[in-house]
């Protein structure tokens, strides 16, 4: 890239950044310290503030960057992550958004403790919510990686990798010091800024084509390099059984993956009320379905204007497929439309990513301090230092995933948030569903249960494709391959759901049926609720 496009957008980053952080430091030196403050922002939210947060939080780099990027290089089957993604939302608002909101105080363990032995329960769930974190916290990273060596020219590695650390210092910084109410501020002006990029973007391509969707598909479909078959399921996934069940593995992660998500979780707990959750879901689902919707566009775009050639040697996972089609539409390489549209995409994918890391990293560390942390020292843990174990678990959270993203750097940003989100729906939605509807689980339950789906669902992923045994792996050069599917929700989901049942039929302890009547009223009512 020209100096143009880099001084111009570096000046971008450094606005978003610099704005980010004012919104810090002022929320900082006007909070009292509590944990509802800390962790749910004093729950002063309104609905249409908090689902454009949900919606800041959900639309990430996977969503901006990778899904474009897939859709460019593989056509039909990269529109999947739009379609599951969206699909997901469904889940959340009909099975768990409202009773959530009642059940829970600020993480997803408050639920489940409600009527089971906190500890064993408690630990688990905070095991499991890090991991899911974690995953997510990667995925980040990697496009942010990407992101910056596009700007470079792709050849800096040394730019690439303290772009990684950079993203983490700041997510620590966010989070330590303003915890949900600056994250939740910072996800809105996010939010704002992603959707009239997106909008702005998708209108230039539908004119670029004189409104004529089917021209574009025609135009991406002769681009590509695969004909009519871009355009036809089967290109990513079809070349077998194995890719197949891969397709249906990955579908079920995405649809059932979002109501699992700690960060989304804790999302609910910032309203005063659970009618005030439920719009909020309302709002956030207006924002990303017309996100989504999108994202087809721009992909397809990419693949017709820039080429799927071309995005791929620029990237070989797809990653920089909307930057380099803003540089298209705004005039290409050289000329001031191009550089000026170039960088502020650019920026919004910079500040997307830095505000979703806020988000992640602010729910991981909650989960640490409120439930592995306060389960721990439960007789004499307080509020203060509860919060400032919190700030501290950041750090550590952020440090893991910036190893973890410097490692992952190659690999296609959406495909990790595919596997965060097959962990999610194996360890933390089965417990969830079962806590909030089964009259007869135990404690036994809930603990087999969450370990029962992420214990596979980690272990398929170090002996699966992603992993070694092939060019694109994280260790390309040893080969310790067994699981042929590169998305482990296909077996890790039903194992989870399978030790919860169990776990439960085999328990000694009788099931505590009053607590379970006392959640389902209050879970469908709020009365008692936080």
């Excluded at 105080?105 to 974190?133: C, H, K, N």
């Excluded at 910056?148 to 950079?166: C, K, M």
């Excluded at 042929?484 to 929700?489: S, V």
């Excluded at 302890?509 to 009547?517: F, L, Q, V, W």
Aim: proline content about 3%.
């Amino acid at each position: 890239m020209t100096g143009d496009h880099q001084t111009l957008a570096l000046l971008l980053f450094s606005a978003f950044i610099a704005a980010t952080l004012a919104i810090t430091t002022w929320v900082s030196r006007n909070r009292h310290g509590s944990a509802e403050e800390f962790y749910a922002g004093g729950r002063l939210f309104s609905p249409m503030e908090n689902g454009f947060a949900i919606a800041g939080d959900y639309m990430s780099a996977a969503s901006f960057l990778g899904i474009s990027g897939l859709i460019a290089l593989f056509g039909y089957d990269g529109m999947l992550y739009s379609v599951g993604f969206l699909v997901a939302w469904l889940v959340v608002l009909l099975l768990v958004a409202e009773l959530v909101r009642n059940c829970g105080r600020f993480t997803l363990a408050d639920v489940v403790a409600s009527r089971m032995s906190e500890r064993p329960v408690r630990i688990a769930s905070g095991t499991s919510s890090v991991t899911v974190s974690v995953l997510y916290l990667v995925a980040q990273m990697v496009g942010a990686g990407s992101l910056v060596a596009l700007l470079l020219g792709g050849s800096s590695e040394a730019a690439r990798s303290w772009t990684v650390v950079g993203v983490g210092a700041l997510m620590v910084i966010y989070v330590s010091l303003g915890g949900m109410r600056a994250t939740t501020w910072i996800q809105i002006v996010k939010a704002v800024l992603l959707m009239a990029g997106a909008v702005t973007m998708t209108v230039l391509v539908m004119v670029r084509f004189h409104g004529d969707f089917n021209q574009l598909l025609i135009s991406a479909a002769d681009r590509s390099g695969h004909g009519r078959d871009f355009l036809s399921p089967g290109l990513k996934y079809g070349g077998g059984w194995i890719a197949r069940f891969d397709f249906i593995s990955l579908g079920l992660a995405l649809v059932l993956g979002t109501a699992g998500l700690p960060h989304i979780l804790s999302r609910f707990y910032t309203v005063p009320t659970a009618r005030a959750a439920r719009r909020s879901v309302v709002w956030s689902i207006g924002l990303i379905g017309s996100f989504y919707l999108m994202t087809i566009v721009l992909g397809f775009g990419a693949a017709a204007i820039v080429g799927s050639d071309a995005v791929r040697t620029s990237n070989a996972a797809g990653n920089t497929a909307v930057p380099l089609l803003a540089l298209n539409l705004g005039g290409g390489a050289g000329s001031t439309g191009g550089t000026v549209l170039f960088a502020v995409v650019a920026a919004i994918a910079f500040a997307t990513i830095l505000a979703v890391v806020a988000g992640i990293t602010l729910a991981s560390s909650a989960s640490v301090a409120h439930d592995l942390y306060a389960s721990l020292r439960r007789k004499h843990a307080k509020q203060r230092s509860e919060v400032a174990v919190a700030r501290i678990a950041a750090a550590g959270i952020g440090a893991v995933a910036i190893a973890l993203g410097l490692l992952a750097r190659d690999l296609n940003v959406a495909f990790l948030v595919g596997l965060a989100f097959a962990v999610a729906a194996s360890a933390n939605l089965p417990v969830l569903l079962y806590s909030l509807f089964w009259r007869n689980f135990t404690t036994r339950g809930a603990v087999w249960s969450v370990y029962g789906g992420l214990i596979p669902a980690v272990l398929l992923v170090l002996v699966s494709p992603v992993v070694s045994g092939r060019a694109g792996a994280l260790f390309p050069g040893v080969d310790f391959q067994v699981f042929p599917l590169e998305n482990p929700g296909l077996v890790s989901i039903p194992l989870g759901f399978l030790a919860g049942w169990l776990g439960t039929v085999l328990s000694s302890e009788p099931p505590n049926r009053a607590k379970h009547a006392e959640t389902e009223v209050r879970s469908l009512t709020g009365a008692g609720a936080v």
